[in-house]
Nanobody
């Protein structure tokens, strides 16, 4: 079992910043990639950003230049620095991680989510 615990959400005014963290724990052999997704009220969950174990990153067009994803491999932790926040960034942000368990089985785990609310 791999558990992901997010933190750092909250309420912020437009133009402000927040930093999300997500720590993975459990019996893990390796993590290939970690990332963030979000779900706004009444909408489907959407991709925000991912980062591989090697540091390669990918961002949704809507957050490029404003959000930065980073990772501490030693701590199995991923971060999302969110700057210049907009009301449309409001939603529940979910952490995702996929990789390999000690006996070779793959895993693909999700956190419980953390609420981000940006007021106009």
């Amino acid at each position: 079992q791999v558990q992901l615990v997010e933190s750092g959400g909250g309420l912020v005014q437009a133009g402000g910043s927040l930093r999300l963290s997500c720590a993975a724990s459990g019996s893990i052999f390796s993590i290939n990639a970690m990332g963030w997704y979000r779900q706004a009220p009444g909408k489907q969950r959407e991709f925000v950003a991912t980062i591989t174990s090697g540091g390669s990153t990918n961002y949704a067009d809507s957050v490029k230049g404003r959000f930065t994803i980073s990772r501490d491999n030693a701590k199995n932790t991923v971060y999302l620095q969110m700057n210049s926040l907009k009301p449309e960034d409001t939603g529940v942000y979910y952490c995702n991680a996929w990789g390999t368990l000690p006996l070779g089985a793959p895993f693909d785990s999700w956190g419980q989510g953390t609420q981000v609310t940006v007021s106009s």
